[in-house]
């Protein structure tokens, strides 16, 4: 039982020793972790989250429910790597340039919030797992050497790391959820706006904040969804931008020069133990 207890809570399928991870010995014949993994992540865009099952893998593979399992033990491993699998195609910049780090950050946050829409099964997987694949921890170390590069205090860099992308977490979950929600009621996303909107401003209960919000939505401009999604968006990711910049000259010492705002000459030198320990889970988890 004490066994049992302590697989079951197993932290990560990163943690398993090297040898496992391709799969057992005298496993079956045509098959390998990354082919399973690809299949799962092609099952979870096209079915969601919700219906995902080994069984139904295995009828994708076309082989049989334990062929799977010489690769990965559990459902929860399976579903360990396709997350990581998808953060790896997030085409991550290099940390190295002397691009500034604004345009570093908005191009990180962009393309996290595309990976959220294109997969809506993420949203759920990340913070429920502790994200330590190749992948996921490629992109949060960037993240952090970008926010280093801020000029920010050392105590204050988790926190930006935070307000910037669990920002983007919720906006593109959001997104990634109403295309879905679209796309199952057989409509565009405009469509579907509009029949939502119309349904409720029928609510009498409702009909002060629908009106308020038909006269916001104007006052932001766009003529589509979509359109509206990148004005909010690009707002939102100016004003978290803004505040950094805000919070930079905050710190600054008293009677001392503000740190310069170019790429590579905004972060200020720190000691070893300023630096903040670095969370080895994808920013938003």
Same mark, same amino acid.
């Given at each position: 039982?004490a ?5 079951s809570?197993r932290?990560s399928?990163? +943690? ?10 005298g496993?079956?014949s045509?098959?390998?972790?990354d082919r399973?993994? &690809?299949?799962?992540?092609? @099952? ?5 989250l %919700? ?5 139904r893998l295995?009828?994708? $593979? ?12 559990t459902?929860?491993?399976l579903?360990e790597?396709?997350?990581d699998? #998808?953060?790896? *195609? ?14 570093? $950050?908005?191009?990180?946050?962009? #393309?996290?919030?595309? +990976?959220l829409v294109?997969?809506?099964? @993420? =949203? ?7 994200n330590?694949?190749p992948? =996921?921890l %490629?992109? =949060?170390r960037l ?8 000029? +920010?205090?050392?105590?204050? @860099?988790? #926190? ?9 977490y ?9 295309i879905?929600? =679209? ?6 996303p405009?469509?579907?706006?509009h029949h939502?909107?119309?349904?409720v401003?029928q ?7 629908v009106? &308020?919000?038909?006269? @916001?939505?104007?006052a932001?401009?766009g003529?589509t969804? &979509?359109e509206m999604? *990148?004005?909010?968006?690009e707002? %939102? +990711?100016? $004003? ?7 919070m930079?000259?905050?710190?600054a010492?008293?009677?001392g020069?503000e #740190? /310069? ?8 030198p720190a000691t070893t133990?300023?630096?903040?320990q670095?969370? /080895?889970r994808p920013?938003?988890?």
């Amino acid at each position: 039982m004490a066994r049992a207890a302590r697989e079951s809570a197993r932290t990560s399928v990163w +943690l398993e020793g090297k040898e496992r991870r391709g799969g057992r010995g005298g496993q079956p014949s045509g098959l390998d972790r990354d082919r399973i993994t &690809e299949a799962t992540i092609r @099952l979870l865009d096209a079915e969601g989250l %919700a219906k995902f099952s080994m069984r139904r893998l295995a009828a994708e $593979l076309n082989v049989t429910a334990m062929s799977v399992y010489w690769y990965v033990d559990t459902k929860d491993d399976l579903l360990e790597l396709a997350l990581d699998a #998808a953060f790896g *195609e997030l085409d991550l910049p290099d940390a190295e340039t002397d691009e500034d780090w604004r345009d570093q $950050l908005r191009t990180l946050a962009r #393309a996290y919030r595309g +990976l959220l829409v294109r997969h809506p099964w @993420l =949203s759920p997987l990340i913070g429920t797992y502790v994200n330590i694949g190749p992948n =996921s921890l %490629a992109f =949060s170390r960037l993240v952090q050497r970008i926010v280093r590069r801020t000029g +920010l205090p050392a105590h204050g @860099l988790v #926190a930006a790391i935070s307000a910037v992308f669990q920002f983007v977490y919720g906006f593109g979950t959001i997104e990634g959820h109403f295309i879905a929600r =679209s796309t199952a009621f057989g409509m565009t996303p405009d469509d579907y706006f509009h029949h939502a909107m119309s349904n409720v401003s029928q609510s009498p209960e409702a009909a002060d904040i629908v009106q &308020e919000s038909a006269e @916001l939505m104007e006052a932001r401009g766009g003529d589509t969804v &979509e359109e509206m999604w *990148e004005r909010d968006f690009e707002f %939102a +990711l100016d $004003l978290l931008v803004a505040g950094i910049e805000a919070m930079v000259a905050r710190s600054a010492p008293p009677g001392g020069r503000e #740190a /310069p705002s170019g790429a590579r000459g905004t972060a200020r030198p720190a000691t070893t133990d300023q630096q903040p320990q670095e969370d /080895p889970r994808p920013p938003s988890s």
